[in-house]
């Protein structure tokens, strides 16, 4: 089983996405990365399943430098939205991590977990021994208009109003945090991502429209960063130098008095001075989702291009289809990397299909929505009109993942 060797035929508008790149002491193939996406192929408890591995190999197999796999819960003492994600806050989950990480690396991509202390505020509601709990008691805001048909549900989500962590509870989630990093090497993961983006917990706190504190967390700028720049420190610490740490945020909330721009560079130079090894930047939140999920090809890129120009370390950018849009963007230094969502969802050989010089036949996302509406309303496996084979690459013979 698997797929043939890459031939490698590529157009030359195309050459500047498969140019290895160094992040920290990781050494990757190419600049095209699988974005960490919700895709619900755990179990109940978020251990990897069978599907996951296939699922997982299917995108490293298919020619990513880089697979980041999806938000990876680091604790269950708080809300969470029920669904079928993805944990490592149990040494239960390490048997099934372990196994991720291998088949990840057989498929000749590098492997790196996305951590998220919490959803925070956007878990909606609290549930039996689990509060709702955010940096301030500050309920989420939910997008009222533009919402495409299969997003128009999220307006029957009754959000509650979150109860402020404590000062201990904040330890215990930096403690989380580092523990959850430490389970990832111990996988054989090369790194982990911090998920400071999108609304959700981390990016909370790093937001002056949720974050209202008056202590060392909150109240300027600097102290709602801190928490962040914390625990990339703690884990920096911990696992050593060679141990890949990125951190993901939305440099635009688009919210009223959300996290904008002008807050966003001085951020991203701090993160680096922390010791953060990339950044990948985003947009939105849920009350602006069709901002972290856009219908335009690219639209990112322009405010990726200014925190590149503003830090030294890479900075990959999301929303991308194209692989010419991509291939431009790297070549012109505007960003290092691109890190492919729903393109790949919908195709995941997109990168063979770009290296091997056959663009023509890439299975294209058509922005339907129904991926998300499974992610954030229904708590559902993802499913793709475009590639029916999603959510069931066990089945395929191609994505069996075997030693190389």
């Known amino acids: 089983p698997g797929i043939p060797k890459i031939e490698e035929l590529m157009l030359p508008q195309h050459e500047a996405l498969f140019e290895p790149i160094t992040l920290g002491k990781i050494r990757l193939a190419n600049r095209v990365v699988l974005a960490p996406t919700y895709v619900g192929m755990g179990d109940l408890r978020g251990n990897v399943t069978d599907q996951s591995l296939c699922y997982y190999f299917a995108r490293a197999s298919g020619g990513v430098g880089l697979v980041i796999v999806e938000i990876t819960g680091v604790t269950g003492r708080y809300a969470f939205n029920p669904g079928y994600g993805l944990g490592a806050a149990s040494d239960k989950h390490l048997p099934g991590l372990r196994d991720l990480a291998q088949v990840i690396h057989w498929g000749g991509a590098k492997a790196l977990l996305q951590l998220l202390p919490g959803q925070g505020a956007q878990a909606l509601q609290s549930y039996e021994n689990r509060p709702l709990v955010g940096p301030s008691d500050v309920p989420t805001p939910l997008t009222q208009d533009g919402l495409p048909d299969n997003l128009k549900n999220l307006l029957h989500k009754k959000p509650e109003q979150p109860r402020p962590l404590t000062q201990e509870e904040i330890q215990g989630l930096k403690f989380s945090m580092v523990q959850a990093a430490g389970r990832a090497k111990k996988a054989g993961f090369d790194g982990v991502e911090l998920h400071g983006a999108h609304g959700y917990l981390l990016g909370q706190f790093t937001s002056p429209y949720f974050n209202h504190r008056r202590d060392e967390y909150g109240g300027s700028p600097e102290k709602r960063w801190k928490l962040s720049r914390d625990m990339i420190q703690e884990i920096k610490k911990e696992m050593g130098p060679d141990f890949l740490v990125g951190y993901r945020f939305s440099a635009r909330e688009y919210i009223a008095g959300g996290l904008d721009l ?3 560079i001085p951020m991203a130079k701090a993160i680096q001075e922390s010791g953060a090894d990339y950044l990948s930047m985003s947009h939105g939140c ?3 989702v069709t901002r972290i999920f856009p219908r335009g090809e690219g639209s990112m890129s322009e405010d990726a291009a200014t925190i590149q120009k503003n830090v030294s370390i890479p900075v ?7 692989p010419g849009k ?16 729903r393109a790949l969802l919908a195709d995941p050989l997109w990168p063979r299909k770009v290296k091997e010089g056959r663009p023509e036949d890439i299975q294209s996302c058509i922005r339907c929505y129904r991926c998300v509406q499974a992610a954030i309303i229904d708590y559902s496996p993802v499913r793709c009109p ?8 066990r089945f395929d013979p191609r994505f069996l993942p075997h030693p190389p």
């Not at 990959?316 to 194209?322: G, K, L, R, S």
């Not at 790297?330 to 960003?335: K, N, Q, V, Y």
């Not at 475009?386 to 690459?393: D, Q, S």
């Open 262 to 264: 002008p807050e966003s």
């Open 286 to 288: 849920y009350g602006s």
């Open 316 to 322: 990959m950018a999301p929303n991308f289809q194209d």
């Open 326 to 341: 991509a291939a431009e963007a790297i070549a012109d230094g505007s960003i290092a990397l691109i890190a492919l969502s």
């Open 386 to 393: 475009v590639n029916r084979g999603l959510g069931f690459e």
